[in-house]
């Protein structure tokens, strides 16, 4: 399976060509595990995980934001907010 095509090419992501792995860390991205890496060339540690992991979690963040404005806008046009606001334990 090639690691580069022209959809992570025009989103800006810069694919590498080889990767230096120990066996477990490739154990983990085969299952779907994110992996820490130390990038010297950045002096920090970076999290590599799978293109279907991220398009996930991505896809998870995108529906979170869509529920957090929907409450919002509910919330703005609810008379009773506060009175719910208020009910004591």
Not at 6 to 17: F, I, P, R, W
Not at 54 to 63: E, G, L, R, T
Request: glycine share 4%; net charge negative; hydrophobic share 35%.
């Amino acid at each position: 399976m090639p690691l580069g095509n022209s959809c992570t090419e025009n989103l800006g992501y810069h694919v590498a060509k080889e990767l230096a792995m120990i066996e477990t860390q490739r154990q983990n991205l085969q299952t779907g595990k994110p992996v820490r890496l130390a990038v010297s060339d950045f002096g920090m540690d970076c999290v590599l995980v799978r293109a279907d992991v991220y398009q996930c979690q991505q896809a998870m963040q995108d529906v979170a934001a869509l529920i957090d404005r929907n409450m919002r806008e509910d919330d703005a046009n609810d008379p009773l907010l506060q009175s719910y606001q208020d009910v004591q334990p």
